[in-house]
Nanobody
Framework: QVQLVESGGGSVQAGESLRLSCEASGNTAKRYCMAWFRQESGKEREGVTAVYTHGGGTYYTDSAKGRFTISHDGAKATLYLQMDSLKPEDTAMYYC????????????????????WGQGTQVTVSS
């Protein structure tokens, strides 16, 4: 079992930055594909970016590429999402997720692959 707790959300102006954190507890010694998803009000939850906790590449959607950076600190069992050049369309609830699989280009965005989810942190970007 893994528990995930996100933090770092808030309200910012377009062009500003935020860093989200996701602290994991429980069985953090295992290997996971860890990801950030987001969900706008009334829309389906969608993947933003993912990374494997024990090496491997990172994955981004086109909208996140070049502006967002995912990283994982194994010693702290914490996942981060650095978001720069934020846009109003980035406004959403952001969720951290962990899955017992190796991240792949064809798998990381499938919500059903993830075993554990955090409660979410709200990001609001105004123009």
């Amino acid at each position: 079992q893994v528990q995930l707790v996100e933090s770092g959300g808030g309200s910012v102006q377009a062009g500003e930055s935020l860093r989200l954190s996701c602290e994991a507890s429980g069985n953090t010694a295992k290997r996971y594909c860890m990801a950030w998803f987001r969900q706008e009000s009334g829309k389906e939850r969608e993947g933003v970016t993912a990374v494997y906790t024990h090496g491997g590449g990172t994955y981004y959607t086109d909208s996140a590429k070049g502006r967002f950076t995912i990283s994982h600190d194994g010693a702290k069992a914490t996942l981060y999402l650095q978001m720069d050049s934020l846009k109003p369309e980035d406004t959403a609830m952001y969720y951290c997720a962990a899955g017992n699989f190796v991240c792949g280009a064809g798998s990381w965005q499938r919500k059903s692959q993830y075993n554990y989810w955090g409660q979410g942190t709200q990001v609001t970007v105004s123009s």
